[in-house]
């Protein structure tokens, strides 16, 4: 059975909070992305709308949109929020809103491709150069900052550019041996990234 979810988005066109697929399963009718529904809005359309769009909703939503999903109406724990959240943004968020999937992307370390949400460790050699780029088909000068934590790879955040679909090289350095180090950036149309690098001879 298909089921309806409800997606908040702020005025840059990210996704910024959604309604868990337990609220979301049909009642009526009743549309909560609609600014002044024909008629009074009931209990369940209000929870949505004031949770995600009320004084105590999560960033600085604007707006609702919807997506309907294969799932089971039963089924709690939809994964297919998370993916749109993750994998998708909303194209035009204040004119007419389109939820809008990010182009796929791909993540060069040493000139070897590898998947943007695979948090495998890439094991390097401690202190050996390691050369880290993007490729997405994005607008010239979109800016990617890769968030640093754990062992050391580079003195700063690193900022990623793309220029007629991929980035400048940046270099890090393979932390010491068994530490990991590991770069992390979600940002508005680039898919979200994550690179573990582990120091291994």
């Not at 910024?16 to 529904?37: C, I, K, L, Q």
């Amino acid at each position: 059975m298909a089921q309806t979810h409800y997606l908040s988005f702020d005025a840059t066109g990210y996704i910024v909070g959604y309604a868990p697929g337990h609220w979301t399963t049909d009642w009526e009718g009743e549309d909560p992305t609609e600014d002044s529904p024909p008629a009074p809005l009931g209990s369940h359309a209000r929870n949505v709308r004031d949770y995600l769009l009320g004084p105590d909703s999560p960033g600085t939503a604007i707006g609702l949109i919807e997506f309907t999903c294969a799932c089971d109406a039963l089924d709690a724990d939809c994964p297919h929020v998370q993916e749109r959240v993750a994998d998708y943004y909303v194209a035009d968020p204040e004119g007419t809103p389109a939820l809008t999937a990010k182009p796929a992307l791909t993540i060069l370390v040493d000139d070897v491709s590898h998947d943007p949400n695979d948090p495998t460790e890439i094991e390097k050699t401690p202190g050996a150069s390691v050369t880290l780029k993007l490729q997405a088909a994005v607008p010239d000068d979109t800016a990617v900052t890769l968030k640093r934590s754990g062992a050391a790879l580079y003195g700063s955040d690193p900022v990623l550019t793309f220029d007629s679909g991929e980035t400048n090289e940046v270099t890090l350095t393979a932390p010491a041996q068994g530490l990991v180090g590991e770069l992390v950036a979600r940002t508005l149309l680039v898919q979200p990234t994550i690179v573990r690098i582990l120091g291994w001879a």
